[in-house]
């Protein structure tokens, strides 16, 4: 039978807010056996390249990471928020290391491809060294994974958050009965983007064609859902979408995706 491993991408709001951070990493600290937590952070790596003088370039939702952004990206993600979590977790009690995918070669990724657009240095994953993750938690440890991945030429690149987390939760679910989580400041999928507490508890495959459909799924959820079924499609267990609530004990307010 397989250990259980909880992979939980934490992003939005949530990173923003620092007692709505806490309260989620204090809730992470109390889920039991194999954990990862992995991290976005564009909003702070916005507010800091501003300040900066580098604004962020944006195409239908997706940022353009140019040479100044993605040193702004290492800075906010490797640097600026994946030491405050290390160190809050440290404080919960939860032994943690902070990564990026060029550390002990974990996340190999390729520079995205020019089509239409040209989005600079953003990675699309290639591969996860498991072996390396594996070692990491069998010391003891939990991984904080930033949203940066190598080339394996000396390139960092920025790489989506969510995808990460669906790439390694896909790896890990060979030797594990993975479950991922992505977490956010909605209480889920919503039925009525307007309707905070409209919340879809179920979706599988044929209602998520329906919900397409009738474009009750806007844009902004695409990517995560496209993540959450490739992510089943290849082994892991199960994807939950929801707030910090869905880690209290008995709390079912949330968004379970299943095939």
């Known amino acids: 039978m397989k250990q259980k491993l909880s992979i939980v991408k934490i992003g939005g709001n949530l990173i923003e807010d620092p007692k709505e951070l806490y309260y989620l990493l204090h809730l992470f600290s109390k889920i039991r056996g194999n954990k990862i937590l992995v991290h976005g952070g564009g909003k702070k790596a916005t507010e800091i390249g501003e300040a900066l003088g580098i604004k962020s370039k944006m195409v239908d939702g997706r940022r353009i990471t140019d040479a100044q952004s993605l040193d702004v990206a290492i800075m906010v993600y490797g640097g600026l928020v994946n030491k405050k979590i290390v160190a809050q977790l440290q404080a919960l009690g939860v032994n943690s290391v902070g990564l990026s995918g060029a550390d002990a070669n974990i996340i190999k990724a390729y520079k995205r491809l020019v089509n239409e657009v040209d989005f600079g240095f953003v ?6 060294n498991t072996y390396s993750i594996f070692k990491i938690l069998q010391a003891g440890l939990t991984p904080v994974f930033c949203a940066l991945t190598h080339d394996g030429k000396g390139q960092l690149l920025n790489t989506n958050a969510d995808t990460i987390a669906s790439e390694i939760a896909i790896g890990m679910s060979n030797q594990f009965d993975t479950t991922l989580y992505y977490c956010f400041e909605k209480k889920g999928v919503l039925k009525d983007i307007s309707n905070e507490n409209s919340v879809i508890p179920f979706i599988n495959s044929k209602k998520y064609e329906r919900l397409l459909a009738l474009k009750v799924i806007n844009e902004g959820m695409l990517p995560k859902m496209h993540n959450c ?8 267990s199960k994807v939950c979408i929801g707030d910090s609530s869905m880690f209290e004990e008995g709390y079912t307010n949330f968004t379970t995706i299943t095939l």
């Open 123 to 128: 990675g699309d994953v290639e591969k996860v």
């Open 229 to 236: 079924f490739n992510a089943l499609r290849n082994q892991v």
